[in-house]
C-alpha cells in the first residue's frame, strides 16, 4: 500500500523560506513521477511542480524561480524547496504519486505579510 507523508509547513514571514518534506513508503520510489499540489480556502487544488523519474521537473508559472523540486530516491522523499515566499502562497500543500494516484495528508504553509 502507498503511503505518502509531509511535513516541513509552517507560520513564515513574507521574504523566507521553507524546505516540505514527501516521504513514500511502499512503492518503488525511484520509478515514480510525484507533484507538488496546493490549496488555498475557496480555491481548487492546484499542480505547482512535479518531479519526473528521470528528474525533469516543471512548475506552475507563479512560483518559478522561487520554488524547487528535488527527490532523493535513496531516502524515498521528494522535496519542494520554497523561498520568497508571498501571502499568497498560503495553503495546504500536499504530494501526489501519479502511479498510484495517492494524496498524502497534506501539510499548512501559512506566510504572514
Known amino acids: 500500500q502507498v503511503q505518502l507523508v509531509e511535513s516541513g509547513g509552517g507560520l513564515v514571514q513574507a521574504g523566507g523560506s521553507l524546505r516540505l518534506s514527501c516521504a513514500a513508503s511502499?512503492?518503488?520510489?525511484?520509478?515514480?513521477?510525484i507533484g507538488w499540489h496546493r490549496q488555498a480556502p475557496g480555491k481548487q487544488r492546484e499542480l505547482i511542480a512535479a518531479?519526473?523519474?528521470?528528474?525533469?521537473?516543471n512548475y506552475a508559472d507563479s512560483v518559478k524561480g522561487r520554488f524547487t523540486i528535488s527527490r532523493d530516491n535513496a531516502k524515498n522523499t521528494v522535496y519542494l524547496q520554497m523561498n520568497s515566499l508571498k501571502p499568497e502562497d498560503s495553503a495546504v500543500y500536499y504530494c501526489?504519486?501519479?502511479?498510484?494516484?495517492?494524496w498524502g495528508q497534506g501539510t499548512q504553509v501559512t506566510v504572514s505579510s
Open positions: 501526489y504519486d501519479y502511479r498510484s494516484q495517492t
Open positions: 511502499g512503492i518503488t520510489f525511484s520509478i515514480y513521477a
Open positions: 518531479i519526473s523519474s528521470g528528474d525533469n521537473t
